[in-house]
């Protein structure tokens, strides 16, 4: 059914959930895995100063890289194409399914609801909204669920030694 899955990734340990079912995915329709990483360039054509603005490409770029590698140790031989590019996160999202011909976006979403999703939007929302692929959203836990997480974890793993002991 899925011969090409695209999974954006933001390189945050929250996106991990998304990896994992789009990788599962992969993995049961033997379909090539693409991570797609956008540098979001809209958020900082409006900054003086050439300098300023080469330095922050760079370091942008340096960013959407680690998050590529990341993907790509997450999700392992799965991940056929890695791409990094520029523009409107939506928008090249859409643009890049429907020029490399994917069968199915697989993205988080955080969730945002209320006044912040009126006022600010969000990536998944526009993508569900303009993408003739099919888009499949996967909950992205907000950090502070994740950091519980791993509190609970140590928290059950430090009763567990006390216990031993």
């Known amino acids: 059914m899925y011969e090409r899955i695209l999974v954006p990734t933001d390189g945050s340990p929250e996106v991990d959930a998304v990896l994992d079912h789009a ?63 520029d523009g409107r996160p939506s928008a090249e999202i859409v643009d890049y399914a429907d020029g490399t011909d994917c069968d199915l976006i697989v993205m988080g979403t955080h969730g945002r609801g209320g006044i912040d999703r009126l006022l600010l939007g969000s990536v998944a929302e526009r993508v569900v909204r303009t993408s003739e692929v099919p888009v ?29 002991s």
């Open 23 to 85: 990788n599962g995915l992969a993995a049961a329709h033997d379909a090539e895995l693409h991570a797609l990483y956008v540098i979001n360039t809209a958020g900082y054509t409006g900054l003086p100063g050439d300098t300023a603005i080469g330095g922050l490409d760079a370091m942008m770029n340096d960013q959407g890289e680690a998050a590529l590698d990341r993907a790509a140790e997450h999700v392992g031989d799965h991940l056929t194409e890695r791409v990094l590019l």
């Open 136 to 164: 499949l959203t996967v909950r992205v836990p907000k950090r502070s669920d994740v950091d519980d997480a791993d509190a609970d974890t140590d928290a059950d793993t430090d009763t567990d030694t006390d216990t031993d």
